[in-house]
């Protein structure tokens, strides 16, 4: 079986365009997205005086999931990600499993961005501007990696401007009070980890720098490096915007809050501000979604080369070097789901799947020798175990419909290989 590794200039594979630059900004793309938007107000509702917990907790799940996708990628540097972990290091079901899981939270993922920033753009035409936005974003992406990264640095400074322009407010204000931080009685182990599995969900777009493997140039220096500086960033970003929502709204408050940020600054006596929020919201949703995309498309590549899924998917463009086929197919997907179902509820679902690909990152991680750029054994090892922790600490209906989801995919792969045989 051929793992491309390099840019050979082959019309089957990929091209090399992206710098350590790039790969950072496309993990922020990914990360600095409607999550923190979206996530914080659930988060509370869990973990009520606990949420600032639950984001350390989140953050050391997101750290050990980093460090081993970071030194996997460099040890494989090809599109695909866990999926070509899973199937490398420990066989190739459990790397089907993960790219199975993979492609189908995230295109569930991809719909209920395109909506969220459909529903802050035009609310009584949300489907109309998500179709919209899915097709711009797909041409965007087809017209190749570099046009996407360029996209990728203006969502990103858009959105720190927003998110600075909240926190200074906030702290600016006479309203912020830091006892508002404090934990309380209501504080719960349960509620921790439930709340740390919901903004799990904001920290998993690292992922996305290791997916684009295979257009990295000098993955085993660019990778390891490009990581954690995205992550680093991503959690002082959100650290900073917790603790400033926290002290004007107070747990309770950010818990029954429909806009948490816009909510925020209006508490803060900057109600100006919540029209700029709205549309860093919605600016941050497309960044998601075309990071998404980018992701869904190119582990569907990985697995359409082992015909996992349909031979057809793993063209690759000969002049944009882009799996053209592939991210048409995902976008055509995505629109439907977006002109027909509001997936915006679909946080748990995608947070259990990308969980469970995280904990075969782990797995795959745990096999790697000291040659192979191995990380300490601890890391993979909290790693997995908060990955597996955090995935059955999510709401009950979170954890049916993702375990159903793993159940279909392993019945299907059972049946294709009895079909083999």
Known sequence: MEKPTADTGAPHTLQRRLGTTDAVLVGLGAMLGAGIFASLAPAAAAAGSGLLLGLALAAVVAYCNATSSARLAARYPASGGTYVYGRERLGDFWGYLAGWGFVVGKTASCAAMALTAGAYLWPDHAHVVAVAAVAVLTAVNYAGVQKSARLTRAVVAVVLAVLAAVVAAVFASGEADAARTALGADLTAGGVLQAAGLLFFAFAGYARIATLGEEVREPERTIPRAVPVALGITLVVYALVAVAVLTVLGPDGLAGAAAPLSDAARAAGAGWLAPVVRVGAAVAALGSLLALILGVSRTTLAMARDRH?????????????????????????????????????????????????????????WTLTAAEGRPPRVVPAVGLAGCLVLAFALPVTSVLAGTAVLAAGAAVYGIRRMTAR
């Open 309 to 365: 899924l349909p031979h057809a998917l793993a063209a690759v463009h000969p002049r944009f070097k882009v799996p053209h086929r592939a991210e048409l197919a995902v976008g055509a997907v995505v629109a439907v789901l977006a002109a027909t179902a509001d997936l915006r509820g679909a946080i748990g679902f995608s947070s259990f799947a990308v969980l469970a690909y995280y904990a075969v990152a782990n797995a795959s991680a």
